[in-house]
């Protein structure tokens, strides 16, 4: 039996990290909640942008905060550092992907308030075409019966999943 989980977000931006913590987190095995540094970016998302709408639903997606300006809609996901920006941005863009036919003037930004940074994040063609290649890279993954081999790299230490791979 072929399980195909639904794409999200968090999926996206944990591919872009470690493809084995996607495949996980793909079936619902989450990493330890206790972790401190999962603590730290809970509370910097509730106590960041307290007047702003947070914490958006659509789908299996979370959006940290949604805000209008200028008549545009911007989606704004609060990061604890810029150290996986790539994965963040990763993330925003596949907000936007899903958006785009459903929200005019659609933006994205990623807010870093510890380091008092705003990063906007613009979905344009050529990033539509590294998210439809991104995405079938994660649905092959996620086709698989098990879990990709734990590898190690510079987010291991700090990952709520570390036990779990490394014990």
Do not use: H
Not at 39 to 49: N, P, T, Y
Not at 82 to 103: G, P
Not at 136 to 141: F, N, V
Request: charge should be positive.
């Amino acid at each position: 039996m072929s399980y195909t989980p639904k794409l999200a977000g968090s999926i996206f931006q944990a591919y872009n990290i470690c493809k084995r913590q996607a495949w996980l987190m793909s079936r619902q095995i989450t990493g330890d909640q206790y972790n401190e540094f999962l603590a730290i970016g809970r509370l910097i998302s509730e106590e960041s942008f307290k007047r702003d709408k947070k914490e958006l639903r659509i789908g299996s997606n979370v959006i940290d905060v949604v805000r209008k300006k200028d008549g545009s809609v911007i989606l704004i996901e609060t990061k604890k550092s810029s150290r996986a920006i790539n994965a963040s941005k990763s993330q925003l863009l596949f907000y936007l992907y899903n958006l785009r036919y459903k929200i005019n003037n659609l933006k994205g930004e990623i807010r870093i308030p510890k380091e008092k940074k705003i990063i906007n994040v613009v979905l344009d063609k050529i990033e539509i075409e590294k998210i439809d290649t991104i995405k079938k890279e994660i649905q092959a993954l996620l086709k698989k019966e098990k879990a990709p081999e734990v590898k190690k790299s510079k987010f291991c230490k700090k990952c709520s999943y570390y036990d779990f791979c490394w014990s």
